[in-house]
């Protein structure tokens, strides 16, 4: 049984061929030493796509160039897991499946729970090619094609990434990527012709575009591959076209026009909202923001802009609705972007399986965006991802992105759990049920009923239910002794407006909107009767006493796997449910008690809450 963090899910690849294999000749040599004799026949229309089938003298592996490289890692799993491995042609539902890493030059990761970057230290590039090596070979495994290094806040030196003083090593790690089919995409500051010189970086302004051009031209001769730009523009600070009073398509089609003759993507981020707000101010609603900024510009964008969305309106929250944006502009190429990061979902400390989001995010939206991209979870961590339970999220995201809405979360998990713990792992089941109900477990004592944001400023993490309540992000519950949550409805902000009819209608009126998202649409008495004949409040206070159980039943369940799990990872992950178990007692009193103080009615079942 396996579980050397180095390796991760691909125990199957060792280290003994020369450096000199390429990755396919790589895996072929390990599937020959799993006892499968493998032909690869590529077929370069096929492109991404494989299909695995069997003859007399073994497995015949087609497909494009990088499919072929998808196949045989599938097949290599397959074998593993002891499951069958022929396929008819299997493709991936997104074109560009990406990582961006939100890495900065001085080694620190914005958001980073697994230790420091792998790519950058002391403001240089500082990377080990058999550590790149391997990450290339993770993504190929799950079929991601394309990351991003550095961080979309751009800081100095990173944005000297796309000039003559970092080119050359830029260079360097994508020739390391490419043999994985893994293309790069570089954060750009859209300040840059001002930093280099320049009076403006005016979208319209002849001069600016003249600039871009040649800096693309010059990108472009030393990674002639490069899939693109990654662009936050206008938002928390960051520069944009707005500081020259021209719109977002203004904005992403300059880029967007010079990166077009290399067959390059402008991939710009819709995460654009007044971080300025005044509390007392109930005119703005923060979820509005990316419909008023972007859907009335559809139609107006240069084929090759990628306009990148979060999944909900807000900001990574455990549980958002899916953002209106996704449903609107039918003439504009989408990317959804996920957290992996547990920025908001318990740091890597806290366990929590993200598969549950993506399905009910995939469940709803009647046509998928073509593209998808994720905020990674790695860091240089031994073990990738800092709980070591985190990686399944990396590895079922290139599955979900792969196979699209046919994802199924509870397959990919177990198969993840094989891969890691070895085929006979004895405690695969209670492994499995543990990390299915981590989100449920994590919503219950941190984020009930669509509340969000009840956390410490700046690093949220831990609970402060009024951290953010006076504070100009524009993220308020403006709870009282009555109510509590924003009324999102017609007579309220008109938020849900944004969304198609038949949805709109049912957020529109508590009596129908989901339950689990009532306080994000709706702003209601705490007296109000839930569907279970529980009062609001009640439920709120259950919650969080159900979330503690639950926590302490999972570090109960760890310890009792403790028998099928080496020393030093058994001892990571038991340091890591304990610490869950004390941050899900403080959440519990902590958030109990603010409303307890409030409202004055106890539990209804008598068990403590502090006053
Ligand atoms: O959630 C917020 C994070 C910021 C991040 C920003 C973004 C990279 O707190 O750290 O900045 O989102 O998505 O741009």
Known sequence: MLLNAEKCWLPFLSDHCPRTFSPVEEARVELEEMGANARLQVEESMQDAYRIEKDGEGYVIYGGEKGVLYGAYQLLEKMYLGQCPCCGE??????????????????????????????????????????????????????????SMNNVNVHYPADRLCTEE??????KIADVFRAYGVRLIISVDYALPVTLGLDTADPLDERVQAFWEKQVDLIYSYVPDLCGFLVKADSEFRPGPYMYKRNHAEGANLLARALKPHGGVLIWRCFVYNCRQDWRDHSIDRPKAAYENYAHLD???EDNVILQVKNGPYDFQVREPVSPLLYAMPKTCKSIEFQLAQEYTGQQIDLYYMAPVWHEVMDQLPALPLHIAAVTNL?????????TLAQANLYAYGRMAWQGKGFDGVQVLKDWIGLTFGPDFTERDRLESMMLSSRSTYEKYTANLGLGWMVTPHSHYGPDAEGYEYDFWGTYHRANCRFVGIDRSDKGTGYIQQYPEELARLYNDPATCPEKMLLFFH?????????DGRTMLQRLYDDHFEGLAEAEKLLEDWQAMEHALPEKDYLHGLARFQQQVKNARNWCDRMNTYFYRFTLIPDARGRRIYD
């Not at 860091?379 to 709980?387: K, L, M, R, V």
């Open 90 to 147: 299997t493709k991936p539902a997104y074109g560009l499946r990406m990582l961006n890493h939100w890495d900065n030059m001085n080694g620190q990761i914005e958001r980073g729970y697994a230790g420091n970057s792998f790519f950058f230290k002391d403001s240089r590039f500082c990377w080990e090619e058999e550590r790149i090596r391997f990450y290339g070979r993770m993504l190929a495994s799950c079929g991601i094609n394309a990351i």
């Open 166 to 171: 970092l080119l050359p090593e830029v260079k």
């Open 523 to 531: 702003r209601m008495p705490y007296d109000y009767v839930m569907k």
């Open 379 to 387: 860091g240089n961590d031994e073990n990738w991802t800092g709980h």
């Open 299 to 301: 139609g107006q964008f």
